[in-house]
C-alpha cells in the first residue's frame, strides 16, 4: 500500500515536473522573441559616407564645401564617389524614406523588415532645393541579393508619391510612412560624416572622422555633379 503511494507520487510529481518545464521552456522562448523583436525595432544601418574634401568662400561671401558623396548597399557595399559641392554653412541631404508598420519589422519580415532611403538631392542653405541636379543614380551601390530578389521593393518607389497622398494605399503595403527627409548640419574641410537609417525610422547624421581615417572605396572613377 505504501509502495503503491510512492510509486503514484512519484508519478505524478514526474509530469508536474515535466508540466512546470515545458511552462518555464515555453516563458523562456516568449522572452527570446521579445527580446529579438525589441533588438530589431533599434537596428539601423549605414547607407551613405560624406567626406568634406575642402571649403572656399564665392565672391558673395558664401561657403561652398566639395563633398564626395558615397551610397552604400545593404551588404556594405560602396558606390561610386560622386563629387558635389553644396552652398552655404548648413547642408541638407534629401531623401525618399519608406517606413513600415512596427510589426514587420519586429517580426523581421523578409521583405519590410527595415525602412528603405533614396537619396534624392544634396544642397546647401544658400540654394534652392529645386537649382540643383538630383544625385546620378548610376553612382548608387549596385543591387545586392536582397534587392535582386525583392520585386515589392521597386514597386513600392514607383508607388511612392501615391502613398504619400494616399495613407490606406500606403496600409496596404503595410507602409507607415511615406514622405522625404533632408537632415542637414554645419559642414568643415576635412570632416567625414555618416548617414545611417534606422530599421523602424528615418535618416541620422553623424560625424564619424575630423580628417582621414574611415573606410572608403577604391574605386578610382569619381562623377563629378556640381550645381
Known amino acids: 500500500m505504501i509502495a503503491t503511494a510512492t510509486f503514484t507520487a512519484v508519478r505524478f510529481g514526474g509530469i508536474e515536473a515535466r508540466r512546470l518545464q515545458a511552462e518555464v521552456d515555453q516563458l523562456e522562448q516568449e522572452r527570446q522573441r521579445l527580446l529579438d523583436y525589441a ?9 551613405a559616407q560624406v567626406d568634406v574634401v575642402k571649403q572656399r568662400v564665392n565672391d558673395r561671401g558664401e561657403t561652398v564645401s566639395t563633398l564626395l558623396w ?31 508598420q512596427a510589426h514587420f519589422v ?3 519580415d523578409p ?13 546647401g542653405e544658400c540654394q534652392a532645393p529645386d ?8 553612382a548608387r551601390p549596385p543591387l545586392g541579393q536582397v534587392e535582386r530578389d525583392d520585386p515589392l521593393q521597386a514597386e513600392l518607389w514607383q508607388r511612392f508619391w501615391e502613398m504619400v497622398d494616399d495613407p490606406h494605399l500606403a496600409e496596404e503595403y503595410g507602409v507607415r510612412v511615406a514622405q522625404c ?14 548617414l545611417t537609417l534606422d530599421a523602424a525610422g528615418g535618416l541620422n547624421l553623424r560625424r564619424i572622422a575630423d580628417g582621414a581615417g574611415a573606410v572608403r572605396s577604391t574605386v578610382p572613377e569619381i562623377t563629378r555633379q556640381m550645381p
Open 70 to 100: 558615397q551610397e552604400i548597399g545593404r551588404d556594405g557595399t560602396l558606390g561610386r564617389p560622386l563629387a558635389v559641392e553644396a552652398v552655404g554653412e548648413l547642408v541638407y541631404f534629401e531623401s525618399l524614406v519608406i517606413k513600415f
Open 181 to 194: 527627409e533632408a537632415p542637414a548640419v554645419p559642414l568643415q574641410a576635412g570632416q567625414v560624416w555618416e
Open 131 to 138: 537649382s540643383v541636379p538630383e544625385l546620378d543614380r548610376r
Open 111 to 123: 521583405q519590410r523588415g527595415a525602412s528603405l532611403a533614396m537619396f534624392r538631392r544634396i544642397f
Open 39 to 47: 533588438r530589431r525595432l533599434g537596428t539601423s544601418r549605414r547607407v
Open 106 to 108: 519586429g517580426e523581421g
